[in-house]
Nanobody, 129 residues
Framework: VQLVESGGGLVQAGDYLRLSCAAS????????VGWFRQAPGKEREFVAA????????DYADSVKGRFTIFRDNAKDTVYLYLRSLKPEDTAVYYC???????????????????????WGQGTKVTVSS
């Protein structure tokens, strides 16, 4: 599967963005998906994730209540809604996917970088104060 992120940009603190992760090559419906971000000079960190069946989500503490992950399998796209943005949210945001078979694993949310097999090229989000 190929993943392409879009929707990043330069915004002011308190603004809103919607990031998209579009899949091609295979339907995203058979993958668990996560969003990660990497700020300059820092390691890539977990932001949000959704299970393959869409029934479970998880968020980093720093974004809980402000970010929402949503998958639309019909459009082969997973979205990340970013609200009340802060300067510390500035980073390149990446989506990632892991193939999951039809089993109990469909409900598992994966939050570690090393759990994912496929990555997009990233979209940059810059939040000015």
């Amino acid at each position: 599967v190929q993943l392409v992120e879009s929707g990043g940009g330069l915004v002011q603190a308190g603004d809103y963005l919607r990031l998209s992760c579009a899949a091609s090559g295979r339907t995203i419906g058979t993958y668990a998906v996560g969003w990660f971000r990497q700020a300059p000079g820092k390691e890539r960190e977990f932001v949000a994730a959704v299970s393959r069946n869409g029934g479970n989500t998880d968020y980093a503490d720093s974004v809980k209540g402000r970010f929402t992950i949503f998958r639309d399998n019909a459009k082969d796209t997973v979205y990340l809604y970013l609200r009340s943005l802060k300067p510390e949210d500035t980073a390149v945001y990446y989506c990632a996917a892991k193939s999951v078979g039809a089993s109990f694993r469909m409900s598992i949310v994966r939050t570690r970088v090393d759990e994912y097999d496929y990555w997009g090229q990233g979209t940059k989000v810059t939040v000015s104060s």
